[in-house]
């Protein structure tokens, strides 16, 4: 029995999920992408994942480099990643971090300095997902914004914000 991808496409979009942007640099380039197949693996030690398609440069750069940064998006930065998603009209010779502010923590990646959270890793592991590359990264620098923040969440092909307790 074979299975449409037209009708997992339709079924996935239900699944609600955070979104991240994922990014890397060797020095002289920088490349990120916005992602939502991400999840923590572990505490001890610190493993998350991230999928992203083979083809994407990203993910080239990321087993290039051997290292990677996920910023965790929060509500109200629906720009943000459509920018990285490549949705949005760039000036010639711009890249996606164009007027977004990094900053670097251990490795190097840059890292989206409006994120709500932000993981720093190394790789610890490439993985086959079929037409994705399952990237296993230890986390050796992390941090968060203080006080309450909210996610922007995907569901159903649209951003979409909690809303907060009363």
Known sequence: MSMDSEAMRRTMRLWS?????????DGSTREGMTASSFTSISLEPP???VCLHKQARTAQLIQETGFY??????????EISAQ????????????????VATF????????????????????????DGGTHAILVGEVVATGQKEGSVLPLVYHNRAYR????DE
């Open 17 to 25: 999920c955070g979104v991240t942007v994922v990014t890397t640099s």
């Open 84 to 99: 990285f998603a490549g949705y949005t009209e760039l000036p010639e010779d711009a890249d996606r971090f164009y007027n």
């Open 47 to 49: 493993l998350i994942l």
């Open 69 to 78: 940064a996920v910023s965790i998006l929060g509500a109200g930065q629906q």
């Open 161 to 164: 914000a909690f809303v907060a």
């Open 104 to 127: 670097t923590a251990e490795t190097g990646a840059p890292i989206l300095q409006d994120a709500i959270a932000w993981l720093d890793c190394k790789m610890y592991g490439v993985h």
